[in-house]
């Protein structure tokens, strides 16, 4: 079956650290790979966008990155703030699918403590 | 900024009734699409939209839901006799281009509650 998992359903950091958030897939074809964030009652927020022959990406404190051989991409936030508290989510688009169909993870809801 | 908007924030509705929930995509965009969040769980792919026409719709998108472009900004979801299950923040999104290019701009949500 189809499945995408990432990593805890909780992490939680000191303000500063790096966190890094993981998200792996099974029996997707990825084309693409994005990253949300979610702020609780509200929609998600886009983050980043890396595709199938990109290995990295980056944007100002955070970087995401893609092994389609793992089937893994990790996000990582450095210099992580108390802001930075919100759920993340993971989404593919599937090559067996059209016109932008975004596969969701079920989030992992990050905490920051000062 | 331009955002997607939604209407109403929340909507509560009795078993069986109409419900029509509706959206303004960000103005310049093509691509449109309603997603839906039972409360926590992951968020699912109902349906998208291109060319006014359905360009793919998932499992959960039954005949009981129909999407429709009545005009040249409003993008609207309507479950014809909801049910129970069916309760869940339904989000409206749009990109400019297809998202293999172009991220989906979501909007704030419209939590519906069916009792």
């Known amino acids: 079956s189809q499945k995408i998992e990432q990593n805890s359903e909780a992490l939680n950091i000191q303000e500063g650290k790096t966190a890094t958030l993981t998200c792996n897939y099974t029996n997707y074809s990825p084309a693409y790979l994005q990253w949300y964030r979610q702020d609780p009652g509200r929609g998600p927020v886009f983050l980043l966008l890396i595709r199938e022959n990109e290995k990295e990406k980056r944007k100002e404190r955070l970087k995401v990155t893609f092994d389609t051989t793992l089937k893994q991409s990790l996000f990582h936030i450095t210099a992580s703030q108390p802001a930075d508290s919100a759920t993340y989510l993971c989404?593919?688009?599937?090559?067996?699918?059209?016109?932008?169909?975004?596969?969701f993870g079920r989030g992992t809801q990050l905490t920051v403590w000062p | 900024e331009p955002e997607v908007t939604q209407t109403p924030s929340h909507q509560v509705t009795q078993m069986g009734q109409e419900v029509i929930l509706r959206c303004v995509p960000i103005s310049n965009h093509l691509y449109f699409y309603w997603y839906r969040q039972i409360l926590g769980q992951k968020v699912e792919f109902l349906v998208s939209f291109y060319n006014n026409e359905i360009s793919e719709k998932s499992e959960i998108f039954d005949d009981q839901f129909s999407v429709e472009r009545p005009d040249g900004s409003n993008f609207t979801l309507k479950i014809r006799s909801t049910k129970l299950e069916d309760s869940a923040m339904y989000f409206c999104a749009s990109s400019q281009e297809a998202a293999s290019t172009d991220t989906q701009y979501f909007g704030p949500g419209t939590r519906l509650t069916v009792l």
């Open positions: 989404a593919l688009g599937h090559r067996g699918s059209t016109l932008g169909r975004l596969y």
